[in-house]
């Protein structure tokens, strides 16, 4: 226990400040985490996945309706939330900006998947990765992998793998974010980034990040209005 030690992952960290436009018009009244599905908010099935491997601290990111959050601390009382007030303006790296000292032994997720495979969250991880699942074409966001290594993101390709934003960093990952991070924050046009453009576009020669397999159907990733009728029947118009 005492070698496995620095590979305990001490957080989670669920990104879910946005406003979820290509939901609507669910999410007018609704943040996209807690869309129901099956009955239950979507980032639930997260949340128990966390509880589950004995995770200890969960930090949840919030913005648009961000009160409706509380709900959840009811079933999960120890999360903690940080505010996001910039979410209508900047992309998501002003969420990662609020908790960019918190990356370290962490997962960061974001809110908009539907996990089916709980044991995609681990109680240790040994080195900081995306989750994919290899698929022979997709039109959707992609890793770049070359020697084992991800080294980048792409819309659209084949023979590869589909990403999903379930990434873990470590210790020393989240030291570099910490200070990447503004980096590119604060130059012209970055506020407009995604937060993997750190360590995928910009600074990937700083990283060392492996691909982490999945199988299809572990995660589903809830985007559009169709894709959550596709998934809950309930959400079909008569």
């Not at 946005?18 to 939901?23: E, T, V, W, Y």
């Not at 997260?46 to 491997?53: N, T, W």
């Not at 997720?109 to 074409?137: F, K, T």
Request: proline share 7%; charged share 25%; net charge negative.
């Amino acid at each position: 226990l005492d070698a496995l030690a620095p590979y305990k992952v001490k957080r989670a960290v669920i990104l879910a400040a946005g406003f979820g436009s290509r939901l609507m018009p669910i999410t007018l009244n609704t943040p996209k985490a807690l869309i129901r599905i099956h009955g239950r908010p979507m980032i639930e099935t997260m949340l128990d996945a966390i509880v589950a491997a004995g995770i200890p601290e969960i930090i949840i990111v919030r913005g648009y309706l961000g009160e409706q959050f509380d709900v959840l601390l009811k079933k999960y009382p120890m999360i903690r939330f940080v505010q996001n007030p910039d979410y209508k303006e900047m992309n998501n790296i002003s969420s990662a900006m609020k908790v960019r000292d918190l990356f370290g032994n962490a997962y960061v997720l974001d809110s908009d998947l539907y996990l089916c495979n709980p044991e995609l969250i681990r109680p240790y991880e040994y080195s900081a990765s995306y989750v994919g699942v290899h698929m022979d074409q997709t039109d959707d966001w992609r890793l770049v992998v070359k020697n084992g290594l991800v080294t980048g993101m792409k819309i659209g390709g084949k023979d590869c793998y589909h990403m999903y934003d379930i990434t873990y960093w470590t210790e020393e990952d989240g030291k570099k974010m910490e200070q990447l991070l503004p980096l590119l924050f604060n130059t012209p046009g970055g506020k407009q980034c995604y937060w993997d453009d750190v360590p995928l576009t910009h600074y990937n020669d700083q990283f060392h990040i492996e691909p982490r397999p999945c199988k299809e159907g572990d995660i589903i990733e809830i985007d559009t209005l169709s894709e959550l009728m596709q998934l809950d029947p309930v959400y079909k118009m008569p």
